[in-house]
C-alpha cells in the first residue's frame, strides 16, 4: 500500500492548484486535434472488440467520469463516444441512489453497468459519489464514507487483475469558470435545465468538496487505476485530452497482451 501522499508509481498525485488550467487551444487546433484522436480511437475500438486485426477480443475498457459541477464531462462524453458505433459502447449515468439502490451496498448498482471482454462502458459520475456528495452532504456516515475508499480500491483492481482496463478523469476548473458556466446555462432556456438549485449549493461549500476531492485523489490512487485530472479550463483542450489518454490506455492494454495496436491490413 501507498502512503497518503504518493501513487503506486512513485509519483506524487497532483494537488488541484498545481493543475495547469491555462492550457488552451484554438478552434482549428481543437477541431484538427480532436478529428485525428476520434479516428484513433474508432480503430483501436475495432480492434478491442475483435472487430478488425486477428479477431481477438480484448479486455474490457471502463471509463469513469468525475468532475466539478459544469466542467464538461457531458461534452467530453460525447465527444469520446460520437464516433463510435452506438453497439459498441455503454454510456450511464447515475445520480442519487434510489430507494430500493439504499438497501444494498453502495457499489451494488454499479455491477450490472461493468464492461465484459470486447466490451467498453462510460460512467458519468461513479461510485466515488460515496467519498464526495454523500461525504460533503452527510448522506453517509464517517464510518462508511472512510472505509468506502479501500473497497474502492478493492474494487478496481480486482476488475483490472480479470483483465479490465479502467480509466478514471476529474474534470477540474477554476470557480470563476464555473461561475461563468453557470450563469451562461442561466441565460440560454435549452441549457437552463442543466443547472439546478444543487448547484448552487454544491458551488457555496467548494472548500468542503475540494478537501474531499483531494483527499479521494490520494486515496485511491493504484498502478490498476491511475487518476487523470484533466484541465477543464478550457474545453477543447479537455476533450482533446479525454481521447487521447482512452486511446493510450487502449494501446498500453493490447500490447501488454500481445495484441497489435497496429496490425497489417488484412
Known amino acids: 500500500m501507498v502512503d ?14 498545481e493543475v495547469d488550467l491555462s492550457a488552451r487551444l484554438s478552434k482549428e487546433q481543437g477541431a484538427t486535434q480532436l478529428a485525428a484522436a476520434q479516428q484513433r480511437l474508432v480503430h483501436l475500438r475495432l480492434l478491442l472488440g475483435g472487430q478488425i486485426g486477428p479477431g481477438r477480443i480484448g479486455p474490457p475498457l471502463l471509463v469513469l467520469f468525475e468532475g466539478w459541477d459544469a466542467s464538461g464531462k457531458g461534452g467530453a462524453i ?22 430500493d439502490e439504499l438497501r444494498h451496498h453502495f457499489l451494488w448498482r454499479f455491477w450490472p453497468t461493468l464492461p465484459g471482454w470486447g466490451g467498453m462502458a462510460v460512467l458519468d459520475r461513479t461510485w466515488y459519489g460515496r467519498v464526495l ?12 464514507w472512510e472505509r468506502a475508499y479501500s473497497e474502492i480500491v478493492d474494487l478496481e483492481t480486482t476488475l483490472a487483475a480479470e483483465g479490465a482496463v479502467v480509466v478514471k478523469f476529474f474534470l477540474h476548473l477554476s470557480p470563476d469558470e464555473q461561475l461563468a458556466r453557470f450563469r451562461s446555462r442561466e441565460k440560454d432556456p435549452y441549457r437552463a435545465w442543466k443547472l439546478t438549485a444543487e448547484d448552487w449549493r454544491n458551488r457555496d461549500r467548494r472548500p468542503d468538496y475540494e478537501a474531499a476531492i483531494e483527499e479521494m485523489l490520494r486515496r485511491t490512487e493504484s498502478s490498476a487505476a491511475p ?8 474545453k477543447r483542450w479537455a476533450r482533446v485530452d479525454v481521447v487521447r489518454t482512452v486511446c493510450t490506455a487502449i494501446e498500453s492494454a493490447l500490447t501488454a497482451r500481445g495484441i497489435d495496436p497496429d496490425p497489417p491490413a488484412l
Open 133 to 144: 456528495v454523500e461525504r460533503v452532504e452527510g448522506f453517509a456516515t464517517e464510518e462508511a
Open 227 to 234: 487518476w487523470h485530472v484533466v484541465a477543464a479550463e478550457d
Open 78 to 99: 460525447k465527444r469520446l463516444v460520437g464516433p463510435l458505433d452506438p453497439r459498441h459502447v455503454r454510456v450511464v449515468q447515475f445520480a442519487a441512489p434510489t430507494p
Open 4 to 17: 497518503g501522499s504518493r501513487s503506486w508509481h512513485g509519483e506524487r498525485v497532483a494537488r488541484l492548484d
